[in-house]
């Protein structure tokens, strides 16, 4: 009987040190998206490509562009960038706890292990973001008269001359779908590898 015990808890030990691999894959993942480009943007007449690009953080622009445009059309406020660094931190913080926390938590009727609504809640949020990331930049393209995707003919405000605009979403943004997807997914199968023990 005790070998047996034994048995069950070296088979649980090992389930739970796989998930905490798994864990750190998944944030791996979604640190690798997270600094990959989501978009880009090419104006004709500009030596180059990637004359705007968008991070999670916000976009960033050749001094063609920020000397030529609006920076309200393609910038967010002062608050996002640190927001958004925030945000990065408290996930890989929660990513890590959660690989080490056997709490429980009662949402209603429902009890579920904290560890797994944390991983759960970092991959859905994160998802959202690149959700929300691509609607701002629907807004703010359709206040530029221009496509968030795809090929745009687009009047500058100050020269009044025409210009040719060619944007796409990058690797990096469906990284960041896949890899909120991949951290949800390991939420919902965490009671495969970890398992509470019977008393």
């Not at 796989?18 to 791996?28: D, E, H, P, Q």
């Not at 104006?43 to 705007?52: A, Q, R, T």
């Not at 959202?128 to 691509?134: E, H, M, N, Q």
């Given at each position: 009987?005790?070998?047996?015990?034994?048995?069950?808890?070296?088979?649980?030990?090992?389930?739970?040190?796989?998930?905490?691999?798994?864990?750190?894959?998944?944030?791996?993942?979604?640190?690798?998206?997270?600094f990959a480009p989501w978009w880009s943007a090419k104006v004709s007449g500009i030596p180059g490509d990637n004359h705007l690009v968008l991070h999670p953080w916000g976009v960033d622009a050749v001094a063609q562009v920020?000397?030529?445009?609006?920076?309200?059309?393609?910038?967010?406020?002062?608050?996002?960038?640190?927001?958004?660094?925030?945000?990065?931190?408290?996930?890989?913080?929660?990513?890590?706890?959660?690989?080490?926390?056997?709490?429980?938590?009662?949402?209603?009727?429902?009890?579920?292990?904290?560890?797994?609504?944390?991983?759960?809640?970092?991959?859905?949020?994160?998802?959202?973001?690149?959700?929300?990331?691509?609607?701002?930049?629907?807004?703010?393209?359709?206040?530029?008269?221009?496509?968030?995707?795809?090929?745009?003919?687009?009047?500058?405000?100050?020269?009044?001359?025409?210009?040719?605009?060619?944007?796409?979403?990058?690797?990096?943004?469906?990284?960041?779908?896949?890899?909120?997807?991949?951290?949800?997914?390991?939420?919902?199968?965490?009671?495969?590898?970890?398992?509470?023990?019977?008393?």
């Amino acid at each position: 009987m005790a070998q047996t015990a034994a048995t069950v808890a070296d088979r649980g030990t090992t389930g739970a040190w796989i998930f905490r691999v798994l864990i750190i894959a998944g944030a791996a993942f979604m640190l690798y998206s997270w600094f990959a480009p989501w978009w880009s943007a090419k104006v004709s007449g500009i030596p180059g490509d990637n004359h705007l690009v968008l991070h999670p953080w916000g976009v960033d622009a050749v001094a063609q562009v920020r000397a030529n445009a609006d920076e309200s059309l393609y910038s967010m406020p002062w608050f996002f960038t640190p927001f958004m660094w925030a945000y990065l931190a408290v996930c890989m913080l929660g990513l890590a706890a959660s690989m080490f926390i056997d709490r429980r938590i009662s949402l209603g009727r429902i009890n579920l292990p904290l560890a797994a609504v944390i991983i759960g809640f970092v991959g859905f949020s994160y998802m959202a973001a690149a959700g929300i990331a691509y609607g701002i930049g629907e807004l703010k393209a359709s206040w530029a008269g221009s496509n968030f995707v795809g090929k745009s003919t687009i009047k500058n405000a100050m020269t009044g001359t025409k210009i040719k605009m060619e944007s796409e979403l990058l690797i990096g943004y469906w990284f960041a779908v896949a890899s909120g997807g991949v951290l949800f997914l390991l939420a919902l199968i965490r009671f495969v590898f970890v398992r509470t023990p019977k008393v």
